[in-house]
């Protein structure tokens, strides 16, 4: 797995850091590979955050989304290091994300990580 996915991230500035507000963000075609099986995952992204100083670019989100597209990776690891890159770049003053996964063997699964932590 590649780890400079971060990089492709890019932001601009908060056009109103003095005030609190929730920027949602829903990404609902992503897609990854089951480490295991090797079948194709599929799930829906929410961000949800209230910006300091910068605000994510969307193009840039989308293309690193889209970095995932041939990875094996967990639904909780991947959950888990699309927030730590998130946070890493955007610096936000609160973040949740969500991973909503369609079901497979008539299980579906829903991976909630909230920054700070909770």
Known sequence: MSDN???TLETFENPRPERDY???????????????????DFGTLTFRY???????ELKSLKLYLQRYRSEGI?????????MDDFVAVV????????SR??????ISSVITVEYPDA
Request: with cysteine; hydrophobic share 25%.
């Open 50 to 56: 209230v910006a300091d100083q910068h605000c994510i």
């Open 101 to 106: 996964w369609t079901p497979r063997g008539g």
């Open 22 to 40: 929730w920027i949602e963000i829903q990404c609902p075609e992503f897609t990854s590979v089951c480490p295991k099986t090797g079948q194709p």
């Open 74 to 82: 967990f639904y909780e690891r991947i959950t888990n290091r699309i």
């Open 5 to 7: 996915f971060r990089e």
């Open 91 to 98: 610096q936000p003053r609160r973040c949740t994300l969500e």
